[in-house]
Structures are given as structure tokens and as C-alpha cells.
């Protein structure tokens, strides 16, 4: 039977799930979402996804592909959400031409990193709440260490230990903080991230900002790629996937 291949746009609040891979031993988003087509496409669907978040780590944007050679139902995207569950959202179903790869054809990344200077009970797995950092941070330390990351193209101090990437460079097109009263953002882009990379950068940008590191260790860490002293990774509940970029998306066509 002849197969053509889809493309499945979604969101999820990761705070229930060890992250968007399959886990032998926890829930997974991937589990959720694939599981869940199968039982409405009457046939078992294996979906690939544009890449990995880890445990906690939610998703505004993400994409995943998937191969299917029957018709879907009528009203699918409706139906489908019924069947997920209530912290995972599909907004649309494209179809894409047979080669495509939702992690391999990815030409760039977003994420987007949140911080609350106060305690917020209403969003208290979505937002990183650390009010220790209200007072005497030094937030244009903070942009500096962003800007200088721009400089390079290894970012071997920003990995994750035992990670099996093929190589540590990245082509970074953005890295900047948003400050507003009680709440920071951090937004950074790429065409690729390195395992646990922006939670590792969000650490190290806080970090500056108190003192705790210095500008010149971070540029002795990032020239020699060696690991930074004392590198603190933020915790996982304020980071984003918030953009995927393909060459050709407008060309995808859109099953309503």
C-alpha cells in the first residue's frame, strides 16, 4: 500500500513526562502522541520528531513527521486532541513530499527561557521562580556573556557529560535577555543545540550576573573548550522549544 508521509505541528507542557524520546521505564510525550494516533488511525504509526527535549522541558512549537496510508477521519485534528491528553496539543496536519525528516531538514532552532523574580502559584511548572535573583545581579553582565557566545562556533563547555554528539558546533544566530520588571526572558537560536545547552548557558548568563563567574573565565572556557568551573544548569521547568524552521514549509500542504 502506498504511503505518503505527514507533518504534525504541537505543543506540550513537559512537566509530566521524561522528556519527548521514548523512556523504557517513564512517559514519554513521543509515547503519548504516537500512541494515540495509532488507536485513531487504526493502524500502527511510528512518529519521528524534530528532536529531543528533556524531562520538564515544555514545547510551544514542535514538529514531528509520520508515515500513513489511509484517509484520515473526518474532522481529525479535533478528534485527535480528544484522544490526548490534556497537556499535549496538535495544531496542524500538513502533507509533505516523501523524504522529508522532521529532525534532519531543520535549518534552525528557537527556545525561549523563562524567569519570575517572584513567587507565581499560577505558573509554577512553566516559569523557573528564582526571587533570590531580584536584587544586586548585574543584568548588562548578563547580556555580555550572551553577546560573546555569538563569537564562537564550539560550545563544547555547554554539553551535557556522556553525550554522543557527532560535534560541538553550532551556529548561533541570536542569544539575548529580555528584562522586564519581575520577569526575564532569555531567547536563543541555532541551526542545531548541544545536549542540556541552553539550560547550561542560562546558568552560566546568571551566574555573570552575580559574580560567581567572571567574563574571562567564560572566554578561556569557550576558546580553549574546556568545562567552566562550577557550571550550573537552570532548572527545567522555564525553558521553551518555541521554533522549528524549514526550507520549503510554505510549500507543505495543509489536511484540515
Not at 509530566?16 to 510525550?29: H, I
Not at 500512541?35 to 528532536?51: D, P, R, V
Not at 495544531?91 to 534552525?108: D, E, K, N, Q
Not at 557550571?231 to 522549528?244: H, M
Request: aromatic share 12%; proline share 5%.
Amino acid at each position: 500500500m502506498r504511503t505518503n508521509r505527514y507533518v504534525l505541528e504541537l505543543a506540550y507542557n513537559g512537566t509530566n513526562y521524561a522528556g519527548w524520546q521514548r523512556q523504557p521505564n517513564a512517559m514519554s510525550v513521543e509515547e503519548v502522541v504516537d500512541t494515540a494516533l495509532s488507536i485513531i488511525l487504526n493502524e500502527k504509526i511510528k512518529i519521528i520528531g524534530c528532536g529531543r527535549t528533556d524531562a520538564g522541558v515544555h514545547a510551544s512549537h514542535y514538529v514531528a513527521h509520520f508515515d500513513f496510508g489511509g484517509k484520515f477521519p473526518p474532522f481529525f485534528l479535533k478528534r485527535f486532541n480528544r484522544f490526548l491528553a490534556e497537556d499535549v496539543s496538535v495544531s496542524s496536519l500538513y502533507r509533505v513530499p516523501p523524504g522529508f525528516h522532521a529532525r534532519f531538514h531543520a535549518t534552525g532552532r528557537s527556545y525561549v527561557y523563562e524567569v519570575t523574580l517572584k513567587k507565581d502559584v499560577f505558573r509554577k511548572n512553566t516559569v523557573a521562580s528564582l526571587p533570590q535573583l531580584r536584587d544586586q545581579i548585574d543584568q548588562d553582565a548578563m547580556q555580555a556573556a550572551a553577546n560573546m557566545l555569538l563569537e564562537y562556533k564550539a560550545f563544547a563547555p555547554f554539553c551535557k557529560t556522556n553525550s554522543d554528539a557527532f560535534t560541538m558546533n553550532c551556529d548561533l544566530t541570536e542569544a539575548r535577555w529580555e528584562f522586564k520588571p519581575n520577569h526575564w526572558a532569555f531567547h536563543i537560536s541555532a541551526n542545531r543545540f548541544l545536549r542540556g545547552m541552553v539550560r547550561l548557558i542560562v546558568g552560566m548568563c546568571i551566574r555573570v550576573g552575580q559574580g560567581k563567574l567572571r567574563l574571562e573565565e567564560l572566554r578561556t572556557a569557550l576558546d580553549e573548550q574546556t568545562r567552566l568551573p562550577k557550571p550550573w544548569s537552570a532548572p527545567a521547568e522555564g525553558l521553551f522549544l518555541s521554533g522549528i524552521r524549514y526550507p520549503g514549509r510554505k510549500e507543505w500542504e495543509a489536511i484540515k
